[in-house]
T-cell receptor
Framework: GENVEQHPSTLSVQEGDSAVIKCTYSDSASNYFPWYKQELGKGPQLIIDIRSNVGEKKDQRIAVTLNKTAKHFSLHITETQPEDSAVYFC????????????FGRGTSLIVHP | NAGVTQTPKFRVLKTGQSMTLLCAQDMNHEYMYWYRQDPGMGLRLIHYSVGEGTTAKGEVPDGYNVSRLKKQNFLLGLESAAPSQTSVYFCASQDEGKKTQYFGPGTRLLVL
């Protein structure tokens, strides 16, 4: 089955810096890669996703890149703000698995004011 | 729309007791999931359902049972609670078109 590795497990940055979280996947059939943000005491919420037919997607300060050949994808957050502090999860899924996602273990992002 | 709701929000059980966690969604999604979240372990899939009347095992199904008698509800049961089941439980439903999962606010369970 699919295996998703996520790094780092903890990331500490200063306000205004950029943050990058990386994930690798094992199943070349995977073609949908969402990123979820989990704030303290809440359930995860989708912030951005990318499909295998594109290499990059942006939404204001966040972007995701995908390298299908290397089987890795990354989340980029620019101009970080304290409210970006949360746990971020990557996931991978494919049609053969009914798009049931396999999640990474999460990255705790801390943005210091 | 309320989205995905979970009851209860918090519960304390004694070892050996049983309980049922309720998940409800109002988005008419076919797929529903139960996860547990433990420190450093991410989200682990317990059971899932691809439609009313269907259920399937996930990564960590032992000690749990589920039922999907109505499309909008997905119940998670603990038959005989153990301290190892102390965790935060999340329910999610999935949009088949966009593939996005929508999570509930979670149930925090403490088994003594």
């Amino acid at each position: 089955g699919e295996n998703v590795e996520q790094h780092p497990s903890t990331l500490s940055v200063q306000e205004g810096d950029s943050a990058v979280i990386k994930c690798t996947y094992s199943d070349s059939a995977s073609n949908y890669f969402p990123w979820y943000k989990q704030e303290l005491g809440k359930g995860p919420q989708l912030i951005i996703d990318i499909r295998s037919n594109v290499g990059e997607k942006k939404d204001q300060r966040i972007a995701v890149t995908l390298n299908k050949t290397a089987k890795h994808f990354s989340l980029h957050i620019t101009e970080t703000q304290p409210e970006d502090s949360a746990v971020y999860f990557c996931a991978a899924s494919h049609p053969g698995g009914s798009y049931i996602p396999t999640f990474g273990r999460g990255t705790s992002l801390i943005v210091h004011p | 729309n309320a989205g995905v709701t979970q009851t209860p929000k918090f519960r304390v059980l004694k070892t050996g007791q049983s309980m049922t966690l309720l998940c409800a969604q109002d988005m008419n999604h076919e797929y529903m999931y139960w996860y547990r979240q433990d420190p450093g372990m991410g989200l682990r899939l317990i059971h899932y359902s691809v439609g009313e009347g269907t259920t399937a095992k996930g990564e960590v199904p032992d000690g749990y049972n589920v039922s999907r008698l109505k499309k909008q509800n997905f119940l998670l049961g603990l038959e005989s609670a153990a301290p190892s089941q102390t965790s935060v439980y999340f329910c999610a439903s999935q949009d088949e078109g966009k593939k996005t999962q929508y999570f509930g606010p979670g149930t925090r369970l403490l088994v003594l």
